[in-house]
């Protein structure tokens, strides 16, 4: 192996970190009066910031009223959702009283629970069919008396 030279070359010395040695550095604070300084108006960086702002408010406008329709179509979907639900329910409900209806209209049925309250079949001349079609109501009709007709007298 090769010994180390007892003294470094100069491109070694440069570099090393140099060694200060001194006073430090001294700053003195210096006081600076601004209150007399006037920031003039610059016309066309005012021109550009009123552009800015307007822009900003036209995106702002336009984000808002796509989140405004988009919320709006959520909710009216919960909406729909809500009342096809109560629909359905209702349709149920309907066909559920449909079914009790014409159980309770049932003919025999019916026979029935007069029977047990002691009701009896009607004989011959005890039943008077009546006309179940309605009249026409532009249809002329001929006016009759068939109960009696009371005038009360504002006298």
């Not at 192996?1 to 200060?20: G, H, I, L, V, Y």
């Not at 800015?52 to 729909?80: D, P």
Request: charged letters at 20%; aromatic letters at 6%; proline letters at 7%.
């Amino acid at each position: 192996m090769m010994a180390a030279p007892a003294m470094a070359s100069p491109s070694t010395r440069s570099r090393r970190k140099p060694c200060w040695t001194g006073t430090p550095e001294v700053y003195f604070n210096k006081s600076i009066d601004n209150s007399r300084v006037v920031r003039v108006a610059d016309p066309k960086r005012t021109r550009e910031m009123a552009m800015f702002l307007a822009a900003v408010c036209c995106l702002f406008v336009l984000v808002m009223t796509y989140a405004w329709q988009h919320f709006s179509a959520i909710e009216y979907g919960y909406r729909i959702e809500a009342l096809q639900a109560q629909k359905s329910g209702l349709v149920e409900i309907n066909r559920a009283l449909r079914l009790e209806d014409a159980s309770l209209r049932d003919p025999g049925r019916i026979d029935q629970l007069a029977r047990h309250m002691g009701l009896q079949t009607p004989t011959a001349g005890q039943v008077i069919m009546l006309d179940t079609a309605l009249p026409d109501p532009s249809a002329p009709q001929m006016a009759s008396v068939s109960t009696p007709v009371s005038v009360v007298s504002a006298r």
